[in-house]
């Protein structure tokens, strides 16, 4: 098995309430509609019910209405994706009593921006890591990509048991919004998403003897991926010439009352396990609706799911990086019991989801 020895999120220093935010995006987003207008009622209605009470933002609030287009709110993920990325990777590093050139394996995941080199390839001189350093930059997974990434560093750590990686995940979900769309979609990712990075450093099984930051590490027994049919409409980007348009339907909650106990129920039974005897959930916060569609699905006790909206009230969605900074919580709480089961998961496009079995 392989072990999460350290995680680490990090957000950009411009944090804002929800409601400034809801007064400054109603101008970007709804350009000239008239105050009082049912779309400006509607953003109101939509920000207030989102569950979420303050954002860190790429950039300073009044910033917004300035970017020219889809290049400029790239040229912006790249430089600010590059710092936050450096901090995150650090700063797990450091936590792990790592350095960058133990690092065997990077994978860098986002959906927000694109760069070629990746960012991964422009972090290697910046961090100091190898040269020889393997990296696999993942686009397009959204909010699974979290799980999935500690997923697929685990598939390589069982090959490599004497290796260190690290999954860095980067997502400036506010450089998405899309001025004058007054679509529901839209104005739903306006009111939930923000902006953030996180990395993970993970060992294998033998390396693990060796690092005293593995000693309370928990362990990654199993994995396992899940696409549900007919689904692809139900998340995702319309790529367009101002960039990424949001698409997300309003049937997603029904994904996850209709698949996600049986799916859960299913991969617990292979490992002799039931959704009771999970004592630590760490679930991505999609939103409220998906959160409560969570709870329902899998009759959670009273305060499972208590870090997840904790994090959606504090930071937004950070799309792939919110199931990590949800981990860094639910590890800082210190509440699971040694040798106790727990299972990471996230919901994406595709559809998709992403289950890992943790043990403490």
């Known amino acids: 098995m392989s072990r999460i020895v350290a995680v680490r999120g990090v957000l950009p220093g411009n944090r804002h ?3 400034e935010i809801t007064a400054a995006l109603a101008d970007v987003v709804l350009g000239d509609e008239p105050p009082g207008s049912p779309r400006r009622a509607l953003l109101g209605r939509v920000h207030a019910a989102a ?3 303050t954002r860190h933002l790429a ?3 009044a910033a917004y209405a300035g970017i020219s287009g889809f290049g400029e709110a790239n040229d912006v ?6 710092q936050l990325g ?7 590093l450091d936590a792990a009593g790592l350095e960058p050139a133990d690092v065997d394996l990077i994978i860098t995941t986002s959906v927000t921006g694109i760069a070629a080199p990746s960012l991964d390839a422009r972090l290697v001189g910046r961090l100091g890591l190898r040269d020889d350093v393997k990296r696999i930059p993942i686009f397009g997974l959204g909010c699974v990509a979290g799980a999935a990434g500690i997923a697929r560093l685990h598939d390589h750590l069982r090959g490599d048991p004497d290796g260190v990686a690290v999954l860095l995940s980067v997502e400036l979900c506010s450089l998405t919004f899309q001025r004058d769309d007054a679509s529901t979609s839209n104005l739903v990712g306006s009111a939930l998403f923000g902006d953030g990075a996180a990395a993970v450093v993970m060992v294998g099984e033998r390396r693990a003897r060796t690092l005293e930051a593995a000693g309370a590490a928990p362990k990654v027994v199993a994995t396992r991926s899940r696409m549900y049919p007919d689904s692809e409409h139900v998340m995702g980007w319309d790529i367009r010439d101002t960039g990424f348009r949001l ?4 049937t997603v909650a029904d994904v996850v009352d209709k698949y996600l106990r049986d799916d859960v129920e299913a991969f617990l039974a292979l490992h002799g396990l039931g ?3 999970v004592d630590t959930w760490v679930a991505h916060p999609g939103g409220p609706k998906v959160i409560e569609a969570i709870d329902r699905a899998l009759t959670l006790p009273t305060g499972a799911l208590d870090v997840t909206r904790a994090s959606l009230a504090a930071i937004g969605n950070l799309s792939s990086s919110s ?4 981990l860094e919580g639910t590890l800082a709480a210190g509440r699971a019991r040694p040798g106790s089961p727990g299972l990471l998961f996230a919901l994406g496009p595709g559809f998709c989801s992403e289950l890992v079995l943790l043990e403490w």
């Open 323 to 326: 199931v990590l900074h949800v």
């Open 275 to 277: 959704v009771g005897d």
């Open 86 to 92: 450096e901090r995150a990777v650090r700063q797990a």
């Open 17 to 19: 309430a929800q409601a």
């Open 51 to 53: 569950g979420v009470e």
């Open 77 to 82: 993920f790249i430089d600010v994706g590059l």
């Open 59 to 61: 950039l300073p609030l």
């Open 247 to 250: 698409v997300l339907a309003a």
